[in-house]
T-cell receptor
Framework: GAVVSQHPSRVICKSGTSVKIECRSL??????MFWYRQFPKQSLMLMAT?????????EQGVEKDKFLINHASLTLSTLTVTSAHPEDSSFYIC???????????FGPGTRLTVL | SQELEQSPQSLIVQEGKNLTINCTSS?????LYWYKQKYGEGLIFLMM?????EEKSHEKITAKLDEKKQQSSLHITASQPSHAGIYLC?????????????FGKGTLLTVNP
């Protein structure tokens, strides 16, 4: 159990376009999912907390109009990078908690490259 | 917010050798999590520690949390090439409500055959 999937695994897009990344909990329901971003040779930076049925909570310095999060069901959260620019190129990873008080389980990540 | 310092930043060992990775916090840790990551992939959960003095083992990996709950160590016995990767410690940043995790910068482990 506790499998989290992401789609796509890799995406290359042109500057100015929008990209949607999906995060799914495959065998459990997740009222809360977390979106992280990772630059090469750096740690994970929490971007936002995705809450099912309500607005996401963004970390300081993260533009909510730039990174749109939708958590429409208990098994799906989406992150849309709007009007992407080369500086948005990064590795995006989502996570969810299977059990209250338990660890976070992470998806395999999405490598975004903006040309 | 929580700041986690990991040491060393990178480590190269010969297969069969033991090694230790450390994770130190500036604040009391309500929950400490160890993960392993291969480059360009997601994180694999290893162990979770919550009580002062707690120690857990899985196969050849042992993790400990000190009594003061501000430092954790990950010890690998008789390392193998399959142990290679980036080891990350993460801490509950919410005062114990198990909400979101903050991560250290990671330790890159290379195991030479």
């Amino acid at each position: 159990g506790a499998v989290v999937s992401q789609h796509p695994s890799r995406v290359i897009c042109k500057s100015g376009t929008s990209v949607k990344i999906e995060c799914r909990s495959l065998d459990f329901q997740a009222t809360t999912m977390f979106w992280y971003r990772q630059f090469p040779k750096q740690s994970l930076m929490l971007m936002a907390t995705s809450n099912e049925g309500s607005k996401a909570t963004y970390e300081q310095g993260v533009e909510k109009d730039k990174f749109l999060i939708n958590h429409a069901s208990l098994t799906l959260s989406t992150l849309t990078v709007t009007s992407a620019h080369p500086e948005d190129s990064s590795f995006y990873i989502c996570s969810a908690r299977w059990l209250a008080g338990g660890p976070l389980f992470f998806g395999p990540g999405t490598r975004l490259t903006v040309l | 917010s929580q700041e986690l310092e990991q040491s060393p930043q990178s480590l190269i060992v010969q297969e069969g050798k033991n090694l230790t990775i450390n994770c130190t916090s500036s604040k009391t840790l309500y929950g400490l999590y160890w993960y392993k990551q291969k480059y360009g992939e997601g994180l694999i959960f290893l162990m979770m520690l919550q009580k002062g003095g707690e120690e857990k083992s899985h196969e050849k990996i042992t993790a400990k949390l000190d009594e003061k709950k501000q430092q954790s160590s990950l010890h690998i016995t008789a390392s193998q090439p399959s142990h290679a990767g980036i080891y990350l410690c993460g801490a509950d940043d919410s005062g114990g409500s198990n909400y979101k995790l903050t991560f250290g910068k990671g330790t890159l482990l290379t195991v030479n055959p």
